[in-house]
């Protein structure tokens, strides 16, 4: 029987035993880890070993050949991937991207730090594929494929939010996004995946979104938007579907239609589009900007993101407008046109407003709505009273992808600032290229996962605290679907007094309207400034 | 354990050549066989790795953005830091290849300590690299003296300003001294910090310790034991004429220090130390950004299998219909849809 | 009183301590992490824990009031409900307190300037600081488990408003 240990012993309990990092061995408890995938879902999806299984279990049920399928698996991805290739040979273990994984700020998890989420890909690779560490063994850091192994592999690549902010540091450009995606397509192989990848990507290939919303329900969601938009400005707004012969086909993450506060984004993206007469439509095949399939594997991404463009080329549009959002993006700025183009049914886009060309998506044909936006307030387009966000003291959260996989910073900020009055910026090296992850990206952004969630979002949720004791910050802005789910969260446990918003809601905010009827109230509802007291007469 | 490992395998070479050319008559072994060995290895290795890592395609462009992409013209591009030309692109090689770019945005950190603002520098690693990488070039180049006849006015040049401080006889060298200063904090920071520590191999500590011995005996050579350089040059220029000649009475140092040298190379490609070539076909950083404006061919993107929107509406018919969604076929021209779920 | 007045006198020799002991619970390669003194945004758990316990034994030395106390408290405990630890090991480190204070007082009471007895009252004092944490934790912890429902609501609840499940305020 142990005894009541005394508060000294609690508190050294973790520094004994030390172990090198290859004989620590995964400890899988509650917060720490995602639910696997169903295995209804897999099946839909085509995917190895559908069963129902548990990481908490000893044994995980893989194929009888698992070694075999991995082992082959990696090989292939050895010759395919010139990143992977090279990145399993030049790196020289300086240390310099530790600090940087919001994972291992959060936690001070050794395995969060990047470079050795890195070597438990690599050790496997020096172990089959080289020979010093065929002969040396684990004295040159190679080491067996166990299954052991697997479940450290299993933990740590869905510990990671394929932020690429380590890569960002490295002195050779290693990303470990990389790895990352390419462990996750080896656990594929064998059936170990979480369900909330999958799960989101089932119902994106069947029904074409991740809720798996049917299409007469989205078409409901939207005229219900509709209406909410009207009672604020009285405005009758009238989207359409599937329509073909529309100038733009219009793409946006479905977590807009269905989870606030994105819906206000959505609220505002109607408005804009019915103030500037634009011709285009929505699908309710192509209802999905984000792509779950990326969390799998490149196969599933391509798979997921066909859809835009056959949709586009089905309904014969010019070329397509894609909303808020992280991955999305880096899905459409560097794969989309390889995997799934060459979009030569389209044309340049062009925005019919100012008559710009968008010579940035020559190939693509794909224009984010924040620069099609930018370009209209530029050229004074659009009516705007800032002064009606004056409630709000905005900062504004840089999305990985965008932000890494992009470039994309003065693009929002052009809007920011013209719809708002009130503006600061998080310190510097906690924004633009550097900023950080909001702690559940990729895939992570599920309720089992909430307690590893709010550790690793502390960086970012610290340096939004940081404006809101200085400045007095009420308001976090953001461009992405995952950011606008789960911001709301990481603020409401670090920083509760910070509500969260789509930069277009603001847009929608500001934007005056033709022929709209006095706004009292913001899309959420909330009196605007100086309209607090309209219900008291007296005033 | 690794640490150990590294230091016996260094001291063990020293050993080596020196019981090799003192004892054991093995200084032809030493002089000659080993440096040809070294350079065959060290070309042959350098080139293979190259060519393997070249072989292999690069599916995708995914560079990694460190700056405002080329957007609307009126918007500031930052060219090097997110470039979209090849042009542009080779700027930010050679701002990573040779300023070590990435390594510096380690930034400085403001602390508050009772109310007093403090700065601490946070680039020391990229300050220890870059001297080390430079001395070492200085170094190498400054070795062409031994190699060519007459000697390139650039290698006299580079004498003359490392060795501006002329203190005594022979010069000391500036770079020899940053040189043993960079690696021995790059040894050190690898000792002590302990995630660094953590995630080391022997193959991280041989290179350093071997490096480090190679400084080390260079200098041995030059200031304590003072060989005699024209014999040494002897056997240099014998060597790359290959009409190869051992000089009597050079001294075991020179052949301590020629043997860890040769080691370096011959060990070369075979290690981490191939970031050297490794960096030039960094995916994340050789390529432009410019995938939006041009289409990028993947030589293996293979079909698959997609949910098209013919199998959808089959499968959503009846309910797009009742809600007034646009269908391609009619309820009456796909009967067999309704039978659908 | 007067054991605070000695103690204070020992104010950076026990904050060093504290925090010693607070971070001796991750693993090195992580303690090296926290320790690390560098800006609160590179280094976010670090500085929380830096920061707060110098304003903990600030008030708690001097005016100890609880309501003051648990927003400090609250600093540190807040990201140790989220760092997978059991609800003791979070929180010993608050007990802690009490062998540090008998440490750096050796010399005050080997020299009789501080009584045994002074120290137990101080040790009360301490288990008073440490049921405040325990309020403190719990409520981060039931903080916890509200926003994970309120993620769940927020990301249905217009699907759930439209099918007329709820009524929309």
Redo the contacts between chains.
Sequence with gaps: MAKVPKPSELELQHELPKTE?MDTPSVFKPGNFSYPGKAKNLKVL?LANPREWSPNDQDWKLPADWKNIVLEGLRER??????????M????????C??KCHFYLGSGD?KN?P??RA?LLRSVYRKEFTL?GKIMGS???ARDLTEDVIKEWFMYFFQCTEC?RC?????????TA?FTIIGRELLNLIGCNIDWVVGPAANC??T?NHLGI???AF??MLEFFVDEIEAVNGIRIEPS????GAEFLFVTPSGDVFADPGTYTLMGYLMLFHEIGLDYTWS??ASEGGNFGFFTS??MM??LN??MY??AK?LGVKSIIGGECGHMWRV????M???N??ADFLEVPKSPITG?T???????K?IHIV?FT??LI?NGKLKLDASRNDHLKVTYHDSCNT?????????PR?VLNSVCNNFYEMP??TI???TFCCGSGSGLNNDEFMEMRMRGGLPRANAVRHVNEKFGVNTLSCICAIDRAVLPTLMNYWVPDVSVYGLHELVGNAMVMEGETERTTDLRGEPLPGMEDNENEDI | M?IK?SLVAVVGLILAAYIGVTAAGLSHFFGVSMPYLAMILFLGGFVY?VL???R???????P?????????P???H?KF??P?TKGQTFVRMAL?VLL?R??F???K???EKGHKLFY?W?KW?WLA?LTFHYCFLVILLRHLRFFTEPVPFFVHGLEGLDGFLQVGLPGIYITDGLFILAVTYLIIRRLI????R???????YFPLFLILGIGLTGILTRYVYKVDLIKVKTLTMGLISFHPVIPAGIGPIFFIHFALVCTLFAYFP?S?L??AG??F?????NLP?D????????P??YP??????AE??D??RE??V?????V?KELEEAPSASAKP | MAIEHHLLKHKEEISQKWFDLLTSIYA??G???FKK???EF?NPVGHAFRTAIVEILDEFLGENRAETLAPLLDKVIRVRAVQTFSPSAALAFVFGLKAIAEEVLEEELSEGEASTGDLREFDRKVEGLGLLSFDVYTGCREKLFDIKIAEIKRNTRRLLERAQLIISE
């Design positions: 990092w085509g050895i010759d395919k991937y010139r990143t992977l290739k090279v990145f040979d030049i790196c020289v273990r300086c240390g310099a530790a600090d050794p730090m470079v050795l070597e010093a004295m040159v850091g690429r890569s960002l540091f490295c002195p050779y450009g290693i990303d990389e290939y069947q074409g049917q299409p007469h078409k409901d579907f599937n329509r073909k309710t095949y490149h196969e391509k798979r066909s859809k056959a949709e089905r459409i700025n560097q794969y046109d390889t995997v183009g060459p710009t968008f010579h940035n998506a020559a190939s693509t794909m620069e930018a370009d530029k932000a890494r996989g992009m470039g994309f910073f003065d693009e052009y510097a090296n633009r290229e550097q | 690794g490992f790795r393997k890592w070249g292999a395609p690069v599916p995708f462009r995914i990694t953005t460190g700056g405002q992409e080329k957007s609307l009126w918007i500031k930052a830091d997110n979209s990573e070590f990435s390594l945005r380690n930034t950190f403001e602390i601490q946070e690693l690299s910090i302990p995630q660094v953590y995630i080391s191999l022997p193959q991280d075979f981490k191939m970031h490794g960096i076909l960094s995916p994340t950083r950004n995938s939006r404006i041009k289409r990028h061919v993947n293996w993107n698959v299998k997609v949910h098209s929107y959808y509406e499968h959503f309910k797009m009742e809600a007034g969604l646009p391609d | 090195p390669e303690v090296r992490l003194e560098s800006d590179a």
